[in-house]
T-cell receptor, first 111, second 115 residues
Framework: GEDVEQSLFLSVREGDSSVINCTYTDSSSTYLYWYKQEPGAGLQLLTYIFSNMDMKQDQRLTVLLNKKDKHLSLRIADTQTGDSAIYFCAEGLPPGNKLTFGTGTQLKVEL | DAEITQSPRHKITETGRQVTLACHQTWNHNNMFWYRQDLGHGLRLIHYSYGVHDTNKGEVSDGYSVSRSNTEDLPLTLESAASSQTSVYFC??????????????FGPGTRLTVL
């Protein structure tokens, strides 16, 4: 499959904004997703963006998509300790919207 | 509430044994997927199915098989377990007819250790 890359770790202070970045390679993606995985749990869908959109905001979450550079980012405003988790970006590829996941970014929120 | 479940949640087995991991969803979704999660690799697709009697190989299908005899279940079989198959396995389902984004929903995972 195509490579989807993320940095492995991010550490922020509580109350600051977190920005998690992702680069993907396949321009035929239909949707791009952000999933959150808490310790010992499955993946929980956080948000998604259609490939013809540039930005999507959902409460504390802002997704930015730069199709030209194949770059996706997730900004979490006012980061809380409960946001500590691993965050995966994924691109959905036709047919059938099969997902290709990034390696995941572990977010650590410090007091 | 509709859900997706996996069993067992934890399994220890020996090299060479056959192992089957169960996945059951009550959403009546047509699409089901199996992934494995390993450090440094994220999630990689093993097999997937778009409906009853349909199965397809994913990125890392060697040593694994699936069968889809009904809508609700997609069991994953390791024919002869190897230590390289020690991993956490996730099942997911989706239905493009019901969800505009064809979002995949994940089970809680099965941690498999092959000794």
């Amino acid at each position: 499959g195509e490579d989807v890359e993320q940095s492995l770790f991010l550490s922020v202070r509580e109350g600051d904004s977190s920005v998690i970045n992702c680069t993907y390679t396949d321009s035929s993606s239909t949707y791009l997703y952000w999933y959150k995985q808490e310790p010992g749990a499955g993946l929980q869908l956080l948000t998604y963006i259609f490939s013809n959109m540039d930005m999507k905001q959902d409460q504390r979450l802002t997704v930015l998509l730069n199709k030209k550079d194949k770059h996706l980012s997730l900004r979490i405003a006012d980061t809380q300790t409960g946001d500590s988790a691993i965050y995966f970006c994924a691109e959905g590829l036709p047919p059938g919207n099969k997902l290709t996941f990034g390696t995941g970014t572990q977010l650590k929120v410090e007091l | 509430d509709a859900e997706i479940t996996q069993s067992p949640r934890h399994k220890i087995t020996e090299t060479g044994r056959q192992v089957t991991l169960a996945c059951h969803q009550t959403w009546n979704h047509n699409n089901m997927f199996w992934y494995r999660q390993d450090l440094g690799h994220g999630l990689r697709l093993i097999h997937y199915s778009y409906g009853v009697h349909d199965t397809n190989k994913g990125e890392v299908s060697d040593g694994y098989s699936v069968s889809r005899s009904n809508t609700e279940d997609l069991p994953l079989t390791l024919e002869s377990a190897a230590s390289s198959q020690t991993s956490v396995y996730f099942c997911a389902s989706s239905d493009p007819d019901r969800l505009a984004t064809d979002t995949q929903y994940f089970g809680p995972g099965t941690r498999l250790t092959v000794l």
